[in-house]
């Protein structure tokens, strides 16, 4: 059975590569997209959403959400990572579709209670759109089949953070909103820097990419040029981090993943503003800001290779489609 999921999403590079995942693979029933600020500003993320939808046919709904953080003063939008535009800065048209009326968290808690246990929350930005879904609407807690997270860093193989030494950017981006999904009361798995960045999409796997998946491919190695060029100056690797397609594959096969159990808190002020600490261990303490939350999963390992063979299989078949 398709997995339904609604895809919180600020497109966007590594957002792109993980939509068309969720579109081309046969295991997912992608209902909609909601956009979010964090790579983009809300009106770019937006329109890059809608131009997805509208250049490749996607049936999903898009519905666009909040520009700023809950409490935060604002990061600003990561252009030098994913360029002005969001897609690296190529050329794009101008979509001529327009988004739902409604406001992304409102999207979120109709479509959870019209389907009760059947929409899986994948969101791969920022978590403000859905620490206001579930603040407006806690009963939406038990009527999600799950929520999926890439975000935030917990130090498995010293992966601590990326856009600080110890916080990971979606976490960053708004640790008060990141704090609330956590601690809700709904079943949530973490797919962090722990696991991103043990899968690697190297240049000549995105090439492979652009001659084997038809337009599709060739559009993921368009817009990734700009993405490159940043890992090459900032790490000095040949390729790029598989970020937000990896929460993806944890939908399409949660067996490739290692999770561990535990409450989740996120540090929200300070010089360590967006760290992530989930206490795994059952010792009690008498002071202790973990001890009533609901224990959460967090992905500590990855089969990454199988992760690389379902993308290149999913993206194949769907760039090859009889249309
Ligand atoms: C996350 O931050 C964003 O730049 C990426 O799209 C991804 O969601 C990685 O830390
Ligand atoms: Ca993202």
Same mark, same amino acid.
């Given at each position: 059975?398709?997995? +339904?999921?609604?895809?919180?999403?600020?497109?966007?590079?590594?957002?792109?590569?993980?939509?068309?995942? /969720?579109?081309?693979?046969?295991?997912?029933?992608?209902?909609? *997209?909601?956009?979010?600020?964090?790579?983009?500003?809300?009106?770019?993320?937006?329109?890059?959403?809608?131009?997805?939808?509208?250049? &490749?046919?996607?049936?999903?709904?898009?519905?666009?959400?909040?520009? +700023?953080?809950?409490?935060?003063?604002?990061?600003?939008?990561?252009?030098?990572?994913?360029?002005?535009?969001? %897609?690296? !800065?190529?050329?794009?048209?101008?979509?001529?579709?327009?988004?739902?009326?409604? @406001?992304?968290?409102?999207?979120?808690?109709?479509?959870?209670?019209?389907?009760?246990?059947?929409?899986?929350?994948?969101?791969?930005? @920022?978590?403000?759109?859905? /620490?206001?879904?579930?603040?407006?609407? @806690?009963?939406?807690?038990? *009527?999600? +089949?799950?929520?999926?997270?890439?975000?935030?860093?917990?130090?498995? $193989?010293?992966?601590?953070?990326?856009?600080?030494?110890?916080?990971?950017?979606?976490?960053?981006?708004?640790? $008060?909103?990141?704090?609330?999904?956590?601690?809700?009361?709904?079943?949530?798995?973490?797919?962090?820097? !722990?696991?991103? $960045?043990?899968?690697?999409?190297?240049?000549?796997?995105?090439?492979?990419?652009?001659?084997?998946?038809?337009?599709?491919?060739?559009?993921?190695?368009?817009?990734?040029?700009?993405?490159?060029? &940043?890992?090459?100056?900032?790490?000095?690797?040949?390729?790029? %981090?598989? $970020?937000?397609?990896?929460?993806?594959?944890?939908?399409?096969?949660?067996?490739? %993943?290692? *999770?561990?159990?535990?409450?989740?808190?996120?540090?929200?002020?300070?010089? /360590?503003?967006?760290?992530?600490?989930? +206490?795994?261990?059952?010792?009690?303490?008498?002071?202790?800001?973990? /001890?009533?939350?609901?224990?959460?999963?967090?992905?500590?390992?990855?089969?990454?290779?199988?992760?690389?063979?379902?993308?290149?299989?999913?993206?194949?078949?769907?760039?090859?489609?009889?249309?």
């Amino acid at each position: 059975m398709k997995t +339904k999921i609604i895809l919180d999403t600020d497109p966007g590079i590594d957002d792109a590569m993980a939509i068309l995942f /969720a579109e081309a693979n046969p295991n997912v029933d992608l209902v909609a *997209l909601t956009t979010v600020f964090g790579n983009a500003d809300i009106e770019t993320s937006t329109r890059n959403a809608l131009y997805l939808k509208q250049r &490749f046919g996607m049936n999903c709904d898009v519905a666009k959400g909040v520009s +700023k953080p809950l409490l935060r003063d604002p990061v600003g939008a990561s252009t030098a990572v994913h360029g002005e535009n969001g %897609f690296g !800065d190529i050329a794009l048209d101008a979509p001529t579709i327009a988004a739902d009326p409604r @406001p992304a968290h409102q999207y979120i808690i109709d479509t959870v209670k019209a389907a009760p246990k059947e929409i899986t929350l994948v969101a791969v930005g @920022p978590l403000t759109n859905l /620490a206001m879904a579930i603040t407006q609407a @806690p009963e939406i807690g038990d *009527l999600v +089949k799950e929520v999926v997270i890439m975000g935030g860093a917990f130090g498995t $193989h010293d992966h601590t953070g990326n856009v600080t030494p110890f916080a990971e950017a979606n976490v960053h981006d708004d640790p $008060h909103a990141a704090d609330i999904v956590f601690t809700a009361d709904w079943p949530v798995t973490v797919i962090g820097l !722990d696991v991103t $960045h043990e899968t690697f999409f190297s240049t000549d796997y995105i090439d492979t990419l652009r001659d084997t998946c038809g337009e599709v491919g060739e559009f993921m190695w368009d817009i990734s040029r700009f993405y490159l060029d &940043f890992y090459k100056s900032r790490m000095d690797v040949d390729g790029c %981090f598989v $970020h937000d397609p990896s929460a993806i594959a944890y939908v399409i096969d949660p067996s490739l %993943f290692t *999770l561990r159990k535990g409450p989740i808190r996120v540090v929200c002020d300070g010089p /360590a503003e967006g760290l992530t600490i989930q +206490k795994h261990k059952p010792t009690k303490h008498k002071t202790d800001e973990w /001890a009533e939350k609901r224990p959460q999963q967090v992905a500590i390992a990855v089969n990454d290779q199988a992760v690389l063979d379902v993308y290149l299989d999913s993206m194949t078949q769907y760039g090859n489609r009889e249309s």
